[in-house]
């Protein structure tokens, strides 16, 4: 499928892209076989991105030493990816026995360019604190991208904190608390470069809640930024692979809605 940015003929920030990796796919749509399962990836923490995702994007608009920032760490999965790809790594996740998960993984590495938090991304005071700790032990200034991938609400609770955001069903008080992570997060990150948003959307009351453009919108609303691409990604088998896809099908077919198959990953240019 030919691209739709070589169609457009962008003009390009070149100190802000990485333009030498031949195989970065710049198509609006990415179809992914399977997961990559090599290295320290492992399919162990319901919800976590395969690493194709964080792979493709720290390629394209990172280069070697630069600085990525996460505020959902999960299970590691970019931080396996900036291992890979010789970038410093700075995660934060509420989730503290996930955190030591991690920490185990890595603590036969002889990669030590990371820091890895554990926190609540919505207390100001102690994500500063953590991030200028972080600072000093990695020297570096400013990140030089962003990666957000939040809970898709309450489908998936990953702990019993009040400030989880994986305890919210709400879609107003989801965005707005989504809002004030941005706020702490974003001012790390260098102007004129780009982070990402990787979501997808939720059933709720027998309708789809489209999560993704609520969050997308509230971006464009409330920071000075650039929407610089909307991905869909969809990554085949997934039901397959646990001998369900017919199941499913059916259930589909005999009621009125459809699978849900797909993520959105929208690329963000800071100008602030």
């Excluded at 026995?97 to 890895?116: F, H, P, Q, R, T």
């Excluded at 009040?162 to 974003?186: A, R, T």
């Excluded at 102007?191 to 453009?213: C, H, M, Q, R, W």
């Amino acid at each position: 499928m030919q691209s739709l940015i070589s169609e457009t003929n962008p003009v390009y920030d070149n100190d802000a892209l990485n333009v030498n990796g031949s195989d970065v796919n710049v198509d609006s749509l990415w179809l992914i076989k399977e997961r990559d399962k090599s290295g320290k990836h492992k399919n162990v923490y319901h919800g976590n991105f395969i690493p194709q995702i964080p792979n493709q994007l720290i390629r394209r608009y990172t280069n070697e030493n630069d600085v990525v920032l996460e505020p959902f760490a999960g299970s590691g999965t970019t931080l396996f990816e900036c291992e890979r790809l010789n970038r410093k790594y700075v995660g934060f996740d509420i989730n503290s026995e996930i955190v030591d998960y991690v920490k185990g993984e890595m603590s036969e590495s002889a990669y030590k360019n990371y820091a890895l938090c554990y926190g609540d991304v919505l207390d100001k005071d102690k994500i500063e604190n953590d991030y200028s700790a972080a600072k000093k032990k990695l020297k570096f200034d400013s990140a030089q991208f962003v990666i957000m991938h939040p809970p898709y609400m309450d489908i998936v609770k990953f702990t019993q904190n009040k400030n989880d955001l994986s305890q919210i069903g709400d879609i107003k008080l989801f965005v707005e608390k989504f809002k004030m992570v941005c706020q702490n997060i974003l001012p790390f990150l260098e102007t004129n470069k780009y982070f990402a948003l990787v979501i997808g959307d939720v059933y709720k009351k027998s309708e789809v809640v489209p999560l993704s453009f609520y969050c997308m919108d509230m971006l464009k609303r409330n920071f000075k930024i650039k929407l610089k691409g909307i991905i869909v990604k969809n990554i085949e088998g997934n039901r397959g692979k646990l001998g369900q896809a017919g199941i499913w099908k059916y259930r589909a077919l005999k009621s009125d809605y459809f699978l849900f198959k797909h993520e959105y990953v929208f690329v963000f240019k800071k100008e602030f």
